[in-house]
């Protein structure tokens, strides 16, 4: 290593040489060893910051050396904590009840402030207790994994602290937004990747403006009038839609289906929950086309106006695909918005051997795309992509006041601000674009095959394993895996209702001995009359096919005995 | 410093105590000199990095010490650029129009990874061309500054990388955000800091949820059966609270009214913007309580229904605070949710000296309260805060599924996921957590009282100054401090008319001609009838009154031509 770097240095003095080789290793050394806990007193470690507080670190005079010192003690907390999370011999959360959390730590504000050495420990406290969501065995939400080159970037965003809605505050981020959606709209298949799109605070508020578009788009008098100034109108979605989430697994079986963002959505615009009709769907989870028609049909006939349908692209529990091409020939028969929620399943079309499950997308007329799901992009990172230029603008802008425009030299297509409800709009675009460079789209790609081979690797090593049951026939779409574990004591039961009975209370109980051991999370839930049952994804890169073993292993460990 | 470290090791031997401090002295020595762009040859730096790709890092076999130093290499560009953002003799900006900005740098996105040298690279060019927010010298947005703490608890929050909606996957931030809103609503001045809150992406999308929030409490049907199932509903606010954006600065006197966010969030909740009802603010801005009164009997008197006054604590432009006791008397007597757009001027709660304007806010139903602008903490940091408990839930929870609920152990105040729209939400607290853990509430105190302190010098020193002229009389309320500089040229000009023409290009020619210097950055805007005026505001805790004098001689210095 000394001897490379010398290569490069040239003429350069030796000292300079061993000084920058000797910067990395004490790097490795400090945090590697985790000396600064396990060995080096923490008096050492905390001398510098123990006296001081925060008005000695810049734009304190002279808070130069200090700030750097503080920062690089936060940075070797970090770096500790990111090399601890990938090690598999490391818990993935060490959970407490809020109870007793509370009492682990001073998390108390108060008026007098805090030594930089307490803030320190506020901060190896907080990572203490959080999950560790890079974890290969974590599996437990859509979102999972940490990439180093998000992560930089997302480091990188909070140093430059700056806010969307305007080229002037924000040259790059504004730029680099621009590029990333139309590539994204080219990929979508968008002729030249023309259209628009604005990066929101996740899918729910995606879903959300992809419905106002459409209301405008019919009906642009709401804008100004309401909605007592248009008939009923009613929008569609599948009933497989569901999320469900729930709160500590610790709690035995308590479920609870958190949200329907469609439904949130309608209840907030005023159109209300009761019209948005919820299409039938297949064993699989994928809307029925020929219902979909049906129940347009029967509102068209009760008066009411459909003006709205969202197909879904990969469902949060079943991981399921609507077939968009018969959904978008309707929607064009009747006139009505295609809006595909691709949150999770949208990030397939960067895989040339799954895009075809969202064959037809590029008939829609919106899309929702959370590269914080599938891509492992730092959350949060969610697109609404739109096909028609020039509607989100007008959609959103108020009487804008052009009397003092004079020069329109400038290209007001950098100027996001009026896209959106928003206003200012957190800086979400830097850490996709610059992992895009890092992996290039073939790296996203591979990221992406991983996964699904991941997830069929433990659909075929399940499928006809003693003990497991399948909740639905065949390969799964997604990386989404949907299976009940019977434990022998239930597996033989005859009465039919006592086993459902039974078996409902088996997943809960092998999650919460998850949390409890550390050694992995993976999520469950109930759905319509189907009990409990473990909802596998894999998004997070870091899982390998020795993590799906474990897995197995470490459920039939746990549950054995129920 | 060796010998306090050898003090404080006892025992351990000197290399090892020699390691430590020579860590923090290279530390000084790379970033200080800036050695690794001026001296070093790049092509040390970058050894590690030119043959390396993202594969190489974490989750990669044998990763860790790949990642530790590219994220080291990263922490260093980011602690140079902090270092640089504070020094005065640094440009705020380095401005290129777009097309130029483009070609500067190679921003596409391609399907082949790049190495991480390249990344660094992207790093790099990324901020140069970025706005320093942290410069002394910035004052062209409320949100300015860049708090060292802020930053460090922003970057931890990235690195833990979840979700906001339950206990289940962010503990320790779940229970931040309940005791951080408790101890908000303690200030407001609700009894025992009861009521209930959550964190959102912006002050647009807390003013939109607090009026989703009072229909809602006024008409629940509106949830299932929309806008047609209830009578026309009509919000009132100030005319004030227009927020005007300029577009690069450089294009001479184009102004834009961005948004209206009470109009917005009318227009998107199906209640349209016809229905909201402007009523007139004297000439310091503040709303007329007899105005409002008046068209509340009016609307009343049309059969509407009047459900929302969104009183304003410090406007955008003026800076104004609405008479919040009047209107509070006002709502009562009428029976109409009383909301408080606190965005920018919430953050004088935390000065005894100043939270006087804000005398009855304790009555309002609902708060917005942007710790991200006046309180300095990085972006995004909104809250909304609403007195009422449990409204926020019943008002955007689907119906839920509690079929399987038994055991009600567990405090539901803790998941937060039901609560908004928003499913999943951004973690927006561990940064102002830990600021106020590292200031106290008397150091958000000393804070404020500054900003204020230095505006009243700002006010002091160019109201009676020659070629000012102030936009409203009298000391401000807030730090906006508005006012017109005319040149010698237009100073003296008698024709009326052409002295308001020439005086309105006056201030986007400075501005421009400031970024084109990078030496400040000042807000300007025409407003109703007045021309192009400076808008001065300070949150950037890095200003001096010396920043105060040499914004005066840098206006005077690029105006005097004109």
Redesign the interface.
């Known amino acids: 290593c000394q001897a490379?770097?010398q290569k490069?240095?040239?003429g350069?003095g030796s000292k300079?040489?061993g000084?920058?080789i000797?910067?990395?290793e004490?790097?490795?050394?400090?945090?590697?060893s985790r000396l600064n806990e396990a060995?080096?007193?923490h008096?050492?470690i905390c001398?510098?910051n123990a006296l001081l507080?925060?008005?000695d670190?810049?734009?304190a005079l002279n808070?130069?050396?200090k700030?750097?010192?503080?920062?690089?003690e936060?940075?070797d907390?970090?770096?500790a904590?990111?090399?601890e999370s990938?090690d598999r011999s490391t818990k993935v959360i060490d959970?407490?009840?809020?109870?007793e959390?509370?009492q682990r730590n001073n998390?108390?504000?108060?008026?007098?402030?805090?030594t930089?050495d307490?803030?320190l420990i506020?901060?190896r406290?907080?990572?203490k207790?959080?999950?560790k969501?890079?974890h290969?065995r974590y599996f437990?939400?859509l979102?999972t994994g940490?990439?180093?080159?998000g992560?930089?970037?997302?480091?990188?965003t909070?140093?430059?602290?700056?806010?969307m809605?305007?080229?002037?505050?924000?040259?790059?981020f504004v730029?680099?937004e621009y590029?990333?959606l139309k590539?994204m709209r080219e990929i979508i298949g968008w002729q030249d990747g023309r259209g628009d799109g604005i990066f929101s605070?996740?899918?729910?508020?995606s879903n959300?403006y992809a419905m106002?578009l459409a209301r405008y788009k019919m009906f642009p008098e709401?804008?100004?009038?309401?909605?007592?100034?248009v008939p009923?109108l009613v929008a569609f979605t599948s009933e497989h839609i569901y999320?469900y989430?729930?709160?500590?697994?610790l709690?035995?079986?308590?479920?609870?289906?958190?949200?329907?963002?469609i439904?949130?959505?309608?209840?907030?615009?005023?159109?209300?929950?009761?019209?948005v009709i919820c299409i039938k769907a297949d064993e699989r989870g994928k809307m029925i086309p020929s219902d979909l028609e049906r129940r347009i049909i029967e509102a068209k006939q009760k008066g009411y106006v459909p003006f709205f349908v969202s197909a879904t692209a990969g469902t949060t529990v079943y991981g399921a695909f609507d077939p968009l091409m018969a959904i978008a020939d309707i929607c064009k028969k009747h006139d009505i918005w295609m809006h595909v929620d691709g949150a999770w399943g949208g990030s397939l079309l960067m895989s040339r051997k799954h895009r075809w499950k969202l064959n037809g997308v590029e008939r829609a007329n919106s899309m929702t795309w959370n590269p914080h799901k599938m891509m492992a992009v730092?959350?949060?990172c969610s697109a609404l992509l739109v096909r028609e230029e020039g509607l989100m603008q007008s959609c959103?802008?108020?009487?804008?006041?052009?009397?003092?425009?004079?020069?329109k030299?400038?290209?007001?297509s950098?100027?996001t601000?009026?896209k959106a409800?928003?206003?200012?709009?957190?800086?979400d675009i830097?850490k996709l674009?610059?992992?895009?460079?890092?992996?290039?789209?073939?790296?996203f790609e591979a990221q992406i095959d991983k996964c699904l081979e991941l997830s069929e690797y433990l659909y075929n090593k399940i499928k006809d394993r003693e003990g497991y049951e399948m909740v639905f026939d065949g390969k799964p779409q997604h990386t989404n895996v949907c299976f009940w574990y019977l434990p022998p004591g239930v597996r033989y039961l005859e009465d039919k209702v006592e086993k459902m009975k039974r078996l409902?209370k088996v997943a809960p109980v092998i999650k919460a001995r998850m949390m409890e051991y550390g050694t992995t999370m993976v999520s469950y839930q109930?759905q319509g009359d189907k009990v409990?049952f473990f909802r596998m994804v894999i998004s997070n890169?870091?899982a390998t096919f020795e993590d799906i073993d474990f897995l197995i292993e470490e459920i039939e460990r746990l549950g054995q005995d129920l």
Chains 1, 2 share one sequence.
């Open positions: 490379a770097a490069f240095t040239g350069i300079l040489c000084t920058f000797f910067k990395h004490i790097l490795s050394f400090v945090s590697f060995i080096l007193p008096a050492i001398y510098f507080f925060f008005t670190l810049l734009p808070g130069d050396a700030t750097m010192n503080f920062l690089q936060v940075v907390i970090m770096l904590y990111i090399v990938f959970f407490h009840y809020p109870n959390l509370l998390w108390e504000l108060s008026d007098e402030p805090e930089l307490d803030i506020s901060c406290a907080t990572l207790y959080a999950i969501t890079a290969p437990n939400q979102s940490l990439d180093m080159v992560l930089a970037a997302d480091w990188l909070s140093t430059a602290n700056t806010n809605f305007t080229y002037e505050v924000a040259p790059v730029l680099l590029v990333t590539k605070p996740g899918g729910a508020i959300m106002l709401v804008k100004e009038k309401g909605m007592s100034s009923r999320v989430m729930q709160f500590s697994a709690m035995t079986d308590y479920a609870f289906q958190s949200h329907f963002s439904k949130k959505g309608a209840a907030a615009l005023g159109i209300g929950t009761e019209s730092p959350l949060q959103n802008q108020m009487q804008a006041c052009y009397l003092f425009q004079q020069d030299q400038y290209d007001l950098y100027d601000g009026d409800l928003q206003c200012g709009r957190h800086v830097f674009w610059l992992m895009w460079r890092a992996k290039g789209t073939i790296g409902h109930p409990n890169p870091a």
